[in-house]
């Protein structure tokens, strides 16, 4: 299975994790070339989002996401983390050596589901940026 | 200083070979082979000897740090003093998971992010400034956070703010592990609904 | 740390990746596990613990800064070593080229005691208590050949002394040791 197969299929599960809104174009820890490679990507591919990177004979897995108030956070992105390491352990063969998920945003706060109580949750008139 | 002298220590019989020779030899795996060397009862019983020591000086120093509770560890501390400061830009907060493979977090930005945003949905406020004091990749050590906001025409501030204190710790407390020792809320203006 | 903490039972290899990354938790475990060991050999190689303490403190923040330099990460430890005795040896030739050598071996001297009565039931105790005993020049070349496995030439080169004087030495302390462990055969 090619990286970016890799990428795609491990794109793909965990956009459909509970408490997922969304998958980011990771920023590997590498060089701006890495950089500019991870944004060429999201423009022209915006499936394949999560970072696939061999260093030797280590494989590192790296996605960035935004999560839902729906769901506590720390337990999405653990079923994330868990997702993503069954795949990679499974369609590889190889277990992957380090698997790394950074929650970017926590988004739906004052919807429905709402942790406050007996407030309006609604927003107020003018929000100055 | 005696000790060090150039006298030659007269060497063991050693069939032609020096100690450090052996000892390049051991070094090397013994191999490829050498059949003289091997061949030769007194090298081999000098190279077991010599295999012997190195394992035992190895083994002693390992066995002696196991047996010895660290005296002190401050050099550790004094180490991750200097570690944490070089790498304080863009701090992230750890989300633990027994998996060692599995390292998961959320940024600082979306602990912020989260914080205001609990803030303007709660009504009656809206909010500036959030900043988080404290080491935030240190679990368990105690973080303040501290924000500014406007308060609407007319609210009681007092009430207001305790509102708010509690509806940010409860945002924090549902998406982060965060040990939160203490919110501030400063209002330093006022808005008209 | 919390005794809870998974990453006290992840391997070497693992942690070494991790903090690769900048995740300083993971070092720190690396820190407290290697660091005892590396303290002993650093207080050993320079005769003194105030020393050997900024040496493997110095050592182990190399170590974190140059982590991407480790090809293999299973290997933290042996690289480790390496940059200790660099370091260590380092002190050295700094304590030589200011005379201090006469006042530092005397210390070394009196901090152990040769006489200490040690009741020696493993064996390992027994050869830790032989280094101990072993004259500091005798020791340091000795550590230096089998537990760095820098060659004749490059201790010699390191120590600033002759290929026959470190010669000689490792036949001493090879000798002084083989006949203290003789008794556990």
């Known amino acids: ?129 | ?193 | 740390m919390d005794h809870d903490d998974p990453l006290l039972r992840a391997e070497d290899a693992t942690l070494v990746v991790r903090a690769a990354e900048a995740d300083v938790r993971a070092f720190e475990v690396l820190a407290r596990r290697h660091g005892p060991v590396m303290r002993l050999y650093a207080e050993q190689m320079l005769g003194s613990n105030v020393e050997s303490d900024d040496v493997v403190q110095d050592s182990f923040l190399t170590g974190w800064r140059r982590l991407s330099d480790l090809n293999d990460p299973a290997r933290f430890r042996p690289w480790m070593m390496q940059i200790v005795t660099r370091k260590a040896l380092d002190r050295l030739r700094r304590r030589r080229h200011h005379d201090d050598v006469d006042t530092v071996q005397h210390q070394a001297d009196v901090a152990r005691q040769p006489e200490r009565i040690v009741e020696t039931r493993m064996q390992l105790d027994a050869m830790w208590t032989a280094l101990d005993r072993l004259p500091a020049d005798q020791r340091r070349c000795w550590l230096l050949r089998e537990t760095a496995g820098y060659s004749y030439q490059q201790i010699a080169d390191e120590l600033e002394l002759p290929v026959s004087t470190v010669r000689g030495l490792l036949a001493r302390a090879r000798r002084f040791l083989t006949v203290e462990m003789e008794a556990w055969r």
């Open chain 2, 1 to 193: 200083m005696s000790d060090i002298d150039d006298v030659p220590v007269p060497e063991d019989d050693l069939d032609g070979h020096t100690m450090e020779e052996l000892a390049e030899y051991l070094d090397r795996g013994r191999s490829p082979r050498d059949p003289a060397i091997e061949g030769s009862a007194s090298c081999r019983l000098a190279l077991s000897n010599m295999e012997r020591l190195r394992e035992l000086s190895l083994g002693a120093l390992q066995y002696r740090a196991d047996a010895e509770p660290d005296r002190e560890t401050d050099w550790v501390d004094r180490l991750l003093a200097t570690i944490r400061a070089e790498v304080r830009p863009g701090r992230d907060v750890p989300v633990p998971h027994p998996d060692p493979r599995l390292r998961l977090s959320m940024t600082e930005a979306a602990v912020r992010g989260l914080v205001r945003r609990t803030g303007d949905t709660m009504g009656g406020v809206v909010m500036g400034s959030c900043t988080l004091d404290g080491e935030l990749g240190d679990p368990g050590a105690p973080v303040h956070v501290r924000v500014t906001a406007g308060l609407v025409y007319g609210a009681p501030a007092e009430e207001t703010a305790d509102r708010l204190r509690v509806r940010i710790a409860a945002a924090l407390a549902r998406h982060t592990t965060l040990t939160v020792a203490s919110v501030d809320v400063v209002f330093d203006d006022v808005y008209l609904p």
């Open chain 1, 1 to 129: 299975m090619s990286d970016e197969a890799l990428s795609r299929a491990l794109t793909d599960r965990i956009r459909s994790v509970p408490g997922v809104t969304g998958v980011y174009p990771t920023r590997p820890i590498v060089h701006a070339a890495a950089e500019a490679v991870a944004s060429t990507f999201a423009l022209q591919e915006p499936d394949v989002l999560v970072d696939v990177h061999r260093d030797g004979s280590a494989l590192r897995i790296g996605a960035g996401i935004a999560v839902d108030d729906a769901r506590p956070a720390p337990e999405t992105v653990r079923e994330v983390g868990e997702r993503i390491r069954d795949l990679v352990d499974e369609r590889t063969g190889a277990p992957a050596d380090l698997v790394e998920v950074t929650i970017r945003l926590v988004e739906g706060i004052g919807g429905p589901v709402d942790e406050s109580a007996g407030h309006d949750a609604g927003e107020p008139a003018a929000t100055p940026g």
